[in-house]
């Protein structure tokens, strides 16, 4: 629509009539379509097909998912849609119009297509919910055979449908889905309802451009129907395409209803014309309203139907169809409904709409809040934003829009650098928290571009100064980057732990020492030893020699060594109550590591300093010499025949140490050529595996025959014998040599026989039939007191388990709880009962032996005599193998166990009884075992009993003896097993309390003692250390003290070992140095200080005025520029601080080499301001005249058409607009075919 807006403007415009000129009459040719055989062929329809729906901005779920997202996030609706097509396999595409309507086109096979269509509706549309009463009888008829009718509803719908189960006494069938599907769904449950309906039941064929006229303005026609007959009239709703209306109810209601309907239908079927008319597709939505509003309000005013296309059709033709004269008022009414919303544009660059919009939209709304009727569409990539609402409206949002504009713009700022993609992640950091930290210190916005874009370019915007600041920073890391290498260094798996230290204290130091070195260890489940260094060269170099020294520390301290003692012997390394173990540990300063009792190992590892570690071996061993007879031999054994006599995973020689009691034979590494075998263990075991071995060579070498034989694994003690003697019998009978499997073989049914042919045969005969008469099973019984028969099924039958693992898997039944006999009967192999039988009398035996003590300890005493989860007592009862007991603590409040004795012994109202008799009994602990057992136990417990002692600490070193968080005193009471109490602070005692038994007390008291030696010669040292000298320097020479990054005071610092202050800003005397340290180290870099000061006082110093502009070029990136120059020309540069001339320059050094340097600076600064004229004048040159000019710019009105037919409303009286149809004169009019709308045709 054309506005003017003076004459100029309307000069301006075009007419109608010059714009779009008329097209030449057609010449009235036979425009019959020709048949001919492309007529007669077959048409195939295609496998694939395509679906098209919107979905309303109201009713999208992810509104905000195409407005700006976070770096590198793809969007909701994006997953949502990549998951349906790899489910379905069909194609989605989305679009969003201007209007926020979301269209969506799916393209596959149709079935997939409609469970795609159902899958986006449920996800990316909101989800409605409605109900619809169905009488239960008609639920079957909806849902079909076995569910198929209801599945294809709620495809065909994209809804879901939940009917109540049989059982249920309910009759309301829920739907949920998008609000168009879910009308469409209870339409056709409405239609499978009425027909199994008894009532009477309609279905009318009205044209569904009819139904308007049937429903009347907001479905009034209708609702007064309904009222008047009460029968239900069922009309598909605007978006289902059926000419079906269908009245169910009371039969007189129905054909009362069904006579009115039609007569409506006829009536204006007969009356109504039509109109078409070309609106703009953006305009239809304010024809239609908000919810069709305002089709309504124009049926209502004018009677006519408004017929728009679908929104995702893309005709502009809307059809009017009415009685004649009332289309023209229906069509103002439809033009003023179409320009009632005008467009308008502001100017803002992309870059500022987020600004605009502002976080979840506030900013704009804020803007805007006082125009409901506005709406405001942002553009990616483009510099504008446009308004749409009405007039007035409109003029006031995009005034208030241009001057946040304005704002925002004399305010925001934005820079593009370029860094290097490789580094972007390290600008980022770890969970973005390099980048989060600077966006934070800065307050601006930083774009970095993801992988896939393969950009170097990071846009920043923000304020000025920020963004001024977020630039340094970024460049800053970039070189630093640059400068940064990665270095691997190999360091052990096991040394990992140690590096870290406990939380992370001990990698704390070394990353503190080296702040700008990232050192990563590999993940615990990857077995690797590579630990990758990330910083500055130097730094790195630094560090990888600082970790070098650390691992090989721990490498010359973690030295291990494993030393064979027979496992007989193992408790005399440990010793009573681990005193032995405990001694060699604390004089070889090692760790020493034994197998559990569970265990078939006689290994002990020993872990420490090499020379600690073999100290600590030779203890070992020396005990086990002592204990025993220990002979070592060499046996010369061809090495040709060494892995034969190993065997398989050792079977043959490990064989020969279990039967010659666990020597030790050690042969020579693989590989080797020699030919010495060494055996070591006890004299005669030695000999005999000697012996064994020399035999074993010689049938490998003469000849060897290997036989198999299998028998269960619990027969293969009772082949061997009490000592090996039955199987011994079966060698020096046939001269063969029987393997049996060990526990680390996998089959262990498999026993090997090697020797002669002959031996070898004899051996199998043999063997066999011992195991044919292990196989015949018999009964035996034996007599056992009913006394002890507890001991045997107690702990769940543990004693009878074990019976029968030894023995066979014998079978061992003891009487019932209740009857009273010794009988208790045993079956299985012949050989095993009697195994069994005498098991189970010497386990009699030794029960008969028993003998129960008492061990008197005040039980306050207890549970450090037991020690942590009754570990003291549980090495006690496994040296001396006794049971002991302690007494149940006595109960509050007198709740204690009446029934186990006198009532006397319990507690009364929280008291303990006073007599001598109760007090015994709750400090007695009761020893059962053999007599000696016994008594070497009681010695054991009351050598547990704690004491206490007070040990004199100096009041100012207890801090030195708690530690950090109490870290040093747990660890000295952990090492000693002791508790350590120390006095208040408020007390300010020198006592400290040590509790525990009497000799982990004196070792305590002992390091004690030494730690106290050591912290009274640190605090002398100390105060060696606290000298102060004060000197007085230029405060001009301080930066030259400094140095770069701090390395020549750094260096100053580390050769005397000082600590050197220089004065604070605020300090009032700048020129005040301070030196503390030992006298000697001080004096020494105070003279080196004043040499370096005498050196600098002989400099010349002239000041050489520089253009500032051209300081950046001298300085260089990260001021590599200048250290050139002063490298070159032996000269210090010192350039202005902020409250000097910014020209000055500052040149120190050598007369020669300070002219010669200004003589360069200058020679720079003319050759920068040259090239700054050059370009200024070339750039004036090249500039668009457009550019140069500050005339304003007009606004653009577009093209504007003066005189067209929409300008006014359409006269329906005058024939030339509105020609009669032919026939028309005479009375035969010919109705138009309303069965096709106006607009193109649509293809199915």
């Known amino acids: 629509m054309a506005t003017t807006s003076g004459a100029s ?94 269209t969506v086109v799916v393209t596959g096979k149709e079935e997939q297509v409609k469970k795609a269509r159902r899958e986006v509706m449920t996800k990316l549309q909101t989800q409605a919910s409605n109900v619809i009463r169905i009488p239960r009888e008609h639920h079957r008829y909806i849902l079909g055979a076995k569910g198929k009718k209801l599945q294809d509803l709620e495809l065909s719908t994209a809804t879901k449908i939940t009917i109540p189960r049989s059982d249920e006494n309910n009759d309301v069938i829920k739907i949920f889905g998008t609000k168009e599907g879910i009308d469409k769904a209870m339409h056709e449950i409405q239609v499978i309802s009425d027909i199994q309906s008894k009532l009477a039941y309609e279905r009318l064929s009205v044209q569904k451009v009819y139904h308007p006229f049937v429903c009347g303005p907001s479905n009034s026609t209708i609702r007064q129907l309904m009222d008047e007959t009460g029968v239900k009239i069922n009309i598909p709703p605007p978006s289902v395409q059926s000419d079906e209306i269908v009245v169910s109810g009371e039969k007189e209601g129905v054909m009362k209803c069904k006579a009115t309907i039609m007569a409506i239908y006829e009536e204006k079927k007969r009356k109504c014309q039509t109109v078409s008319v070309e609106v703009r597709k953006s305009q239809h939505k304010y024809i239609i309203g908000p919810r069709g509003n305002s089709l309504q309000e124009i049926l209502a005013a004018t009677g006519v139907s408004v017929e728009v296309p679908p929104l995702d059709d893309p005709s502009e033709t809307i059809t009017l169809r009415g009685e004649q004269d009332k289309l023209g008022p229906a069509l103002t009414m439809v033009y003023s409904k179409a320009n009632s919303v005008v467009f308008a544009v502001v100017r803002a660059a992309d870059w500022l709409h987020k600004y605009i919009i502002g976080k979840k939209g506030a900013t704009v709304k804020n803007i805007t809040g006082n125009f409901p009727k506005v709406h405001i569409e942002f553009t990616e990539g483009e510099d504008k934003i446009q308004v749409e609402g009405p007039p007035e409206e409109v003029e006031q949002a995009v005034k208030a829009l241009e001057d946040y504009v304005k704002d925002l713009q004399s305010r925001m700022d934005f820079a593009e650098i370029e860094i290097e993609q490789r580094f972007h992640k390290h600008i980022i950091g770890k969970g973005g928290s390099n980048i989060s930290k600077i966006k934070d210190e800065t307050g601006v916005a930083i774009r970095i571009p993801s992988d896939s874009e393969n950009s ?273 019998k079966v060698r020096e009978n046939t001269g063969a040599r029987i393997i049996f499997p060990t526990g680390d073989d996998a089959d262990q049914e498999l026993i090997t026989i090697i020797g002669t042919k002959e031996s070898v045969a004899d051996a199998k005969t043999e063997i066999l039939g011992l195991i044919k008469d292990l196989d015949n099973i018999v009964e035996g019984e034996v007599n056992v007191d009913p006394k002890h028969h507890k001991h045997f099924v107690a702990r769940r039958g543990e004693v009878l388990r074990q019976i029968g693992d030894d023995y066979g898997g014998v079978t061992v039944s003891f009487p019932r709880s209740g009857v009273k006999s010794d009988r208790v009967v045993i079956k299985g192999a012949k050989d095993c009962v009697e195994g069994a039988k005498k098991r189970i009398l010497e386990i009699v035996a030794d029960l008969d032996a028993q003998v129960t003590i008492e061990c008197v300890i005040p039980q306050q005493f207890h549970r450090t005599v037991m020690g942590a989860r009754g570990s003291n007592v549980q090495v006690i009862t496994q040296n001396f193998d006794v049971s002991i007991k302690f007494p149940d603590r006595p109960m509050a409040n007198g709740a204690g166990n009446k029934g186990a004795g006198d009532a006397s012994d319990s507690m009364v109202n929280g008291e303990e009884p006073s007599s001598p008799t109760a007090t015994a009994k709750k400090d007695t602990i009761m020893i059962t075992g053999k007599i000696e057992n016994c008594e070497e136990a009681k010695k054991a417990l009351l050598d547990l009993v704690p004491i206490s002692k007070e040990v004199n600490v100096p009041f100012d070193f207890h801090r030195y003896i708690i530690g950090q968080k109490g870290k040093d005193v747990r660890k000295l009471m952990d090492e000693y097993n002791v508790n350590i109490s120390i006095p208040p602070q408020d007390q300010h005692s020198d006592l400290i309390k040590v509790t525990g038994p009497p000799a982990n007390v004196q070792r305590a008291e002992d390091a004690l003692a030494d730690k106290v030696k050591a912290l009274e010669l640190e605090k002398e040292d100390r105060l060696l250390k606290s000298h102060k000298l004060t000197l007085e320097v230029n405060p001009s020479y301080h930066p030259k003290l400094i140095g770069h990054r701090g390395e020549v005071i750094n260096k100053i610092r580390s050769e005397h070992d000082v600590k050197i202050q220089l004065p604070d800003r605020n300090n009032e005397d700048q020129s005040m140095i301070t030196i503390i340290g030992y006298e000697k180290n001080c004096e020494e870099a105070r003279d080196e200080i004043l040499r370096m000061v005498k050196d600098y006082d002989d400099m010349v110093h002239i000041e050489v005025k520089v253009d500032h502009r051209i300081h950046p070029r001298i300085i260089g990136q990260r001021g590599r520029g200048v250290r050139k120059i002063q490298e070159d020309y032996k000269v210090d540069l010192r350039f202005p601080r902020p409250n000097e001339n910014p020209d000055i320059i500052v040149i120190s050094g050598g007369e020669d080499d300070v002219y010669d340097c200004k003589d360069y600076l200058l020679n720079m600064e003319e050759e920068f301001l040259q090239d700054m004229l050059d370009n200024e004048y070339i750039q004036s040159l090249t500039q668009a005249p457009s550019k140069r000019s500050d005339e304003p710019k007009t606004n653009d009105r577009g093209f504007v058409i003066k005189n067209a037919p929409w300008d006014s409303a359409p006269d329906t009286s005058s024939t030339s607009e509105f020609p009669s149809f032919p026939g028309a004169g005479s009375g035969n009019a010919v109705a138009p075919n309303s069965n096709k709308a106006w607009g193109p045709g649509r293809r199915y």
């Not at 415009?13 to 714009?19: Q, R």
């Open 9 to 102: 403007a309307e000069d301006e415009a075009y007419d109608y009539t010059e714009a779009f000129p008329a097209l030449p009459i057609a010449d009235k040719t036979n425009t019959t379509p020709v048949s001919g055989q492309w007529s007669n062929k077959f048409t195939v329809k295609t496998s694939k097909c395509t679906q098209v729906f919107t979905v309303p901005l109201e009713e999208r779920r992810f509104k905000d998912d195409f407005g700006e997202s976070s770096f590198g996030d793809e969007g909701k609706q994006a997953e949502i849609c990549k998951d349906i097509m790899a489910k379905t396999g069909v194609t989605i595409e989305m679009s969003l119009s201007k209007d926020q309507t979301l």
């Open 456 to 728: 170097n370019t990071i846009r920043i915007e923000g304020e000025p100064q920020g963004v001024k600041k977020a630039k340094k920073e970024l460049l800053e890391m970039s070189s630093r980057m640059e400068n940064e290498k990665t270095k691997d260094i190999i360091i052990e798996q096991r040394f990992h732990r140690m590096l870290i230290g406990a939380r992370g204290e001990g990698i704390k130091t070394v990353r503190d020492k080296f702040n700008q070195v990232q050192i990563t260890f590999p993940d615990q489940g990857r077995k690797s030893d590579v630990v990758t260094l990330r910083g500055p060269k130097n730094d790195v170099d630094k560090c990888f020699q600082h970790l070098q020294k650390l691992t090989q520390d721990l490498v010359a301290s973690n030295y291990q060594a494993q030393v064979h003692i027979f496992k007989d012997f193992h408790k005399n390394v440990i010793g009573k109550g681990g005193a032995t173990i405990r001694k060699i540990r604390e004089e070889t300063d090692t760790r020493i590591d034994l197998p559990t009792e569970a265990s078939d190992s006689d290994v002990i590892v020993i872990t420490g300093k090499k020379p600690n570690v073999e100290a600590a071996k030779k203890k070992i061993e020396a005990i086990q010499k002592d204990l025993a007879d220990i002979k070592e031999l060499s046996v010369e054994v061809p090495h040709k025949l060494h892995n034969s006599i190993i065997g398989a995973k050792g079977r043959l020689i490990r064989s020969i140490m279990d039967e010659c009691g666990g020597v030790i034979i050690r042969f020579p590494a693989e590989g080797s050529t020699s030919d010495k075998v060494t055996i070591r263990g006890p004299a005669d075991d030695v000999d005999k595996a000697k012996k064994q071995l020399l035999e074993l060579a010689n049938q490998i070498q003469n000849t060897s025959n290997v036989e198999e034989i299998r028998a269960k694994p619990e027969y293969h003690k009772f082949l061997i014998g009490r000592g090996g003697s039955k199987i011994r």
